[in-house]
């Protein structure tokens, strides 16, 4: 099991930092389950991540106080919203761009309905 979780944790955060640099992938959600699947498999990889100057923050907020930042929000919607607008220009079926936009928008309630973290 641990072979499997430190594998999952190794892949999450592949595609986390690819999503970093690459619009339409989302950073966060990666780096979350990455963090989850290093405390299943390696304290040691854990602590790396979470003590990341870059993605650190991000896992913390959210383990602390399930929150996102405002500009970590705005990134999300942006690209969500890029991502329908994508689909549209592609000429998408539209019931596929009904189905695609009912999810990014109930995606969309939720991340705006996390609390801001602290002010430090």
């Known amino acids: 099991m641990r072979l499997f ?3 999952l944790g190794i892949g999450s955060v592949a595609l986390g930092a690819l ?8 950073t966060t959600p990666f780096l979350l389950l ?6 299943r498999s390696s304290p040691r990889a854990e602590a790396w991540l979470v003590n990341h100057p870059r993605f650190g923050p991000l896992i ?3 383990r602390l106080h399930g929150s996102i930042s405002p500009r970590a929000k705005a990134v999300a919607c942006l690209f969500m919203a890029a991502a ?8 998408v079926t539209p019931w596929v761009l009904a189905v695609q ?3 990014l928008a109930i995606v969309a ?3 705006l309905t996390r609390p801001n973290p602290p002010v430090v």
């Open 84 to 91: 329908l607008a994508l689909s549209f220009a592609l000429g």
């Open 101 to 103: 936009a009912l999810v």
């Open 19 to 26: 999503g970093a640099v690459l619009p339409l992938l989302p």
């Open 109 to 111: 309630v939720f991340i």
């Open 60 to 62: 913390s907020n959210w």
């Open 5 to 7: 979780w430190m594998s």
């Open 34 to 39: 990455a963090a989850f699947s290093f405390a």
